[in-house]
Nanobody, 115 residues
Framework: QVQLVESGGGLVQPGGSLRLSCAASNIIVNILNMGWYRQAPGEERELVAMITGGGSTNYADSVKGRFTISRDKVNKTVYLQMNSLMPEDTAVYYC?????????WGQGTQVTVSS
């Protein structure tokens, strides 16, 4: 089990920005496909951004052009830069391995976009 700790969420106004961090305990995350997921109240958890072990990225259509996923291998951290935030981005955001290596869900970090 890789320890993953999400942080960086908070309350932000529409149009604002946040950077979420996913700090890992094991360097193995540097070669795994990693994803940021979110779950809004009453909705299913969805994958919003993914970065492969090789550095390729993919995004959900709803966040494309606004969110950027990146990786810092030295610090074993995956980031999600969120710009132009909208109320519909409000959710609990989770970091996890993407695919077969996915483990149990952690605490997540709350993002609330509201005036």
């Amino acid at each position: 089990q890789v320890q993953l700790v999400e942080s960086g969420g908070g309350l932000v106004q529409p149009g604002g920005s946040l950077r979420l961090s996913c700090a890992a305990s094991n360097i193995i995350v540097n070669i795994l496909n990693m994803g940021w997921y979110r779950q809004a109240p009453g909705e299913e958890r969805e994958l919003v951004a993914m970065i492969t072990g090789g550095g390729s990225t993919n995004y959900a259509d709803s966040v494309k052009g606004r969110f950027t996923i990146s990786r810092d291998k030295v610090n074993k951290t995956v980031y999600l830069q969120m710009n132009s935030l909208m109320p519909e981005d409000t959710a609990v955001y989770y970091c996890n391995m993407h695919g077969a290596a996915r483990q149990s869900w952690g605490q997540g970090t709350q993002v609330t976009v509201s005036s």
